[in-house]
């Protein structure tokens, strides 16, 4: 989800000063995306605008848009257990300690619900909620021109401002705590009893989940609710395949060896091709952060037709 350009609101028939006086709402696209435990592979979606005639894009505001959009996921999967939320970075709005404490308690807030919430980089482009956001505004421009009241094809919740104004009321009462290098978090997962874990790089791997749900083995930084993403006694073995993260791209490479005190890894890097990778003539080799390290592979398959050519399955 996300926030859209706000909608300049217009009139079908217009006198010349109504051009200098036009109201503007707030548009929130979202789409959810479910699967049903009976049916694994088939993925549903439903697609969602809110409106709400609060301009202020802030943490408040986001707060009293996700009890309508829980309330509809609800509606749809009646037994969802945890919610994934993706969003973009800004602090203003999602990447801010009130969300983080919404995180941390919304098995409570919203009963039986837990949730992760993944934060997107910078400049990654646009995705659904955008084509969302631009089509709402294309019909809502095509209706005024029609003279129409009822615009077809999305689904839409309006949150009014009081709304807003009670969720900022209510954020303003909790007690959460500032967590260091927030700028830098891209994914938080709730530990219980009110814990966080946070990561500087987006994880989905079997180490952190299980059916969907963290697996709350996390390791909880005593200044703050940081962790490394994996229990620190866990470390990837000497000659194990990786994935990892390296100035926001990711690459695959081999461990060479672990220092367990600085917490890196010394990776010797493959080059990729278009569907395969190979070693490089001259040996890649760099320390890397183990928060920056994605996921272990399976050993790469060498192809039989390509020289010094390899794959990894999966």
Known sequence: MDFAENYICGFA????????????????PVVIYTKDKEDEVKVKHKLLVVVSDELSH????????????????????????????????????YRNKQIFYIVAHHDSIFPGIKAFWLYFEAGHGKGPRDGVGGTAK??????????SAIIHA??????????????????SNLVGKQVKGTIQVHAVIPLGEGSIAVRNTSCFCDKCFVDGQPRNQLVQNSEAEQT??????????????????????????????YDKDDQEYNINFM????????WPVKPDQIWIPSSDVLCSLDEPIKQVKTRNMFKFSG
Request: with cysteine; hydrophobic share 40%.
């Open 58 to 93: 802030t943490s408040s505001t986001v707060f009293a848009i996700m009890k309508h959009v829980v309330k509809k996921v609800k509606a749809v999967l009646q037994n969802v257990e945890m919610a994934h939320y993706m969003t973009d970075s800004p602090m203003s709005q």
């Open 138 to 147: 294309r019909l809502a421009d095509m209706a005024v021109k029609r003279h």
């Open 154 to 171: 999305l689904k839409y919740i309006l949150v009014p401002k009081s709304q807003c104004t009670e969720a900022n009321e209510e954020l």
């Open 13 to 28: 028939e217009e006198i010349q000063s109504a051009y200098f006086d036009k109201n503007a709402v707030t548009l929130h």
């Open 228 to 257: 490394t993403g994996h229990d620190e006694n866990e470390f990837y073995q000497v000659y194990t395949y990786v994935a990892v993260i390296y100035e926001s791209r990711w690459y695959v490479g081999e461990v060479l060896e």
């Open 271 to 278: 080059v990729a091709g278009k569907n395969s990778f190979k």
